[in-house]
DNA sequence: GGTTGTGAACAAATTCACAGCG
DNA sequence: CGCTGTGAATTTGTTCACAACC
């Protein structure tokens, strides 16, 4: 028996893809599935996968697989996705908007709990059914769930200001959009998303492919 | 001497956040900078930014440090950022408008060369100052420049099709945005960006923190 | 003196390969 | 027989600590 606490981070990175892939599997009426046939869908290895649903403990039957909906009420329950979750969007610019509006926040369990942002001439305006809100409201937005989690879509230059509202406001957890390094107390948790990051690596690689792949492409299979 | 090829995955995923830091010191007016002030500017151990920077090679001058306009050319060469990129968003919806209106992507050497998407209704719209084409075009598109990465910015649904005239149209690097595992030939470099799976990675650590910090957390000093 | 560059020690993550169980 | 769960082997990444050098 394994199922003992403390996942490794690497495996907590991709348990939302498991999770993902077995909604779909779901969906489309499959009830038991195989750490073969998950790896395939999730596009990782089979023993990577067994090893890392067996931190989550012994969920699957030896000779059959694993139970879908089961093992994704588990990885659920894991990851808190059974507990309330909101977001708030710091920035109704152009990414502000979109995030908003992306509906795959509110598909995924993570409702928006409002949009805010310091500009008057933001304010009022209705973004995906929120009306935007003055940056002041934050505590008491804050305040009207918990365990929400902050979302920073402004420019590099106030992102640190903003972070410091958000923490200031109770946010114990921070997506941060803006290509700056925030500083936190060490109780917040920050996770930074860069998206002309993504597209530098994608150059580092393309660079240096004639042939070799640096394993990063899915299983190639047509 | 240990300036020779076969750069870390780890490093390499590094080095976009250095080069900004570099940007931005050098903006500042820093001519030279220690690996400990950079390792302190990009939140990383300063023993970790002085084997990464090793690995491009010897950079520096011991007793002084880093002369930043130099490493960040050294860097940018490294990362291919002085070739010719162009990036072309796939999906005009609002994610690929906030992509396009984002300014990261040009202001970082992407210059975004077109927006496409297959619904007729959206062709002809302006956005970023640039005209909304149909998917019919890709082709032509890509022709138009080298080294051109693809950014998916669709729905999940319709996302691997898009892949694949991507790739038929010449594109050999891919962003993906839309929350499906793609499948590419191997040649064919793909990254993902899922920002529903950032969420629920913070919300596994929100939950199990009331004092462990899951060494996410940025540096804390203030 | 101060800071780099790097071997060596350590830690984390991946992969192998197979015993154990249904 | 088939597939999970896991120890052991391997690979990759991080951190330490210090000699080399300016």
Redesign the interface.
């Known amino acids: 028996m394994a199922s003992s606490r403390r ?1 490794p ?1 690497a495996t ?2 991709r ?3 498991y ?3 077995l909604a779909e599997a779901a969906e489309d009426g499959v009830s038991t599935i195989s750490s073969e046939r998950l790896a395939e ?3 990782v290895n089979a023993a990577k996968v067994r090893k890392d649903l067996s931190h989550l403990g012994s969920y699957g039957t030896r000779g059959v697989g694993y139970d879908v909906d089961y093992l994704a009420y588990q990885m659920s329950r ?4 059974t ?1 309330e ?1 909101a ?1 708030v969007i710091v920035g109704a610019g ?2 502000g ?3 908003a ?2 509906g ?2 509110s598909s ?3 409702p928006i709990l409002a949009v805010v942002d310091s500009d008057p001439a933001k304010v009022g305006r209705v973004i995906a059914g929120v009306r935007v809100r003055p940056v002041e409201d934050l505590p008491a937005i804050v305040a009207e769930a918990v ?1 929400t ?1 902050g979302v920073v879509a402004t420019p590099a230059g106030v992102a640190q200001s903003v972070a410091d509202r958000l923490v200031e406001a109770g946010v ?4 941060n959009f803006a ?1 700056v ?11 930074k ?17 004639s ?1 070799r ?10």
């Open positions: 996942i981070e907590v990175a348990l939302p893809v999770l993902r892939t869908l999730a596009g894991e990851l808190g996705l507990e979750r977001v152009n990414l908007q979109a995030l509006n992306y795959g926040f995924r369990g993570f365990n989690i114990r957890s921070i997506l290509p390094v925030l500083t936190v107390p060490d109780e917040v948790l920050v996770r998303v860069d998206l002309a990051t993504e597209l530098q690596i994608l150059s580092f690689y393309q660079q240096r492919s042939r792949s640096p394993r990063r492409s899915s299983a190639g299979a047509a």
